[in-house]
Nanobody
Framework: VQLQASGGGLVQAGDSLRLSCAAS????????MGWFRQAPEKEREFVVV????????LYSDSVKGRFTISRDNAKNTIYLQMNTLKPEDTAVYYC????????????????WGQGTQVTVSS
């Protein structure tokens, strides 16, 4: 099982970015998928999780209303549309798969992508 995140970059405050996470294997449609982020010298924090079908989502308060997760099970890919970016959104963003639970806790995610850097300048 491999997850490959991409789409990060350097943007200005107020701009948008879309992250992608492509998964290998046939498990994709049976797992919850989430995004986490980690800023320098901070702990990894939950951003959003999508249920197996994408019918249910849960966002952290810090991104609610600005970020949108979506998934295309036919393409084994999830996306994170990030709008109205703020400097405090600067972090390495990780996608992750949770085969058995729908969770906001990083410990419940068994598979992780390598991370993609998002930098938002003020």
């Amino acid at each position: 099982v491999q997850l490959q995140a991409s789409g990060g970059g350097l943007v200005q405050a107020g701009d948008s970015l879309r992250l992608s996470c492509a998964a290998s294997g046939r498990f994709f449609g049976s797992v919850a998928m989430g995004w986490f982020r980690q800023a320098p010298e901070k702990e990894r924090e939950f951003v959003v999780v999508s249920s197996r079908t994408g019918g249910s989502t849960l966002y952290s308060d810090s991104v609610k209303g600005r970020f949108t997760i979506s998934r295309d099970n036919a393409k084994n890919t999830i996306y994170l549309q990030m709008n109205t970016l703020k400097p405090e959104d600067t972090a390495v963003y990780y996608c992750a798969a949770a085969p058995t639970v729908w969770s906001t806790q990083s410990k419940d995610y068994l598979y992780w992508g390598q991370g993609t850097q998002v930098t938002v300048s003020s």
